[in-house]
Nanobody, 118 residues
Framework: QVQLVESGGGLVQPGGSLRLSCAAS????????MGWYRQVPGKKRELVAD??????TYADSVKGRFTISRPNVKNMLYLEMNSLEFEDTADYYC?????????????WGQGTLVTVSS
């Protein structure tokens, strides 16, 4: 069974920074893409950033403030969030397209809450 586990959420003041981490585990042959989404109550889940072989994609609202990375550490994903704004408050979810022994899977983490408040 493949799992994604997020960490690093919390309470931060406007203008502050947080770093989210996501660890993928299980019978993983290859990860073709990983990304971060976020959701606030009553709204659709939206893409924040993703990273794949072809490059990185960011939502316009986070460009220049957030950085997604997949360093050469096995099955880890990070999101560095700077200059945080009230509007960044949301549950943040790790997402991946994974090839395991049986085929391809789309996997979601359980989420980590980021609250930007003074």
């Amino acid at each position: 069974q493949v799992q994604l586990v997020e960490s690093g959420g919390g309470l931060v003041q406007p203008g502050g920074s947080l770093r989210l981490s996501c660890a993928a585990s299980g019978n993983i042959e290859r990860i073709t893409a990983m990304g971060w989404y976020r959701q606030v109550p009553g709204k659709k889940r939206e893409l924040v950033a993703d990273i794949r072989d072809t490059g990185e994609t960011y939502a316009d609202s986070v460009k220049g403030r957030f950085t997604i990375s997949r360093p050469n550490v096995k099955n880890m994903l990070y999101l560095e969030m700077n200059s945080l704004e009230f509007e960044d408050t949301a549950d943040y979810y790790c997402h991946a397209f994974i090839q395991d022994l049986l085929g391809y899977l789309e996997v979601w983490g359980q989420g980590t809450l980021v609250t930007v408040s003074s």
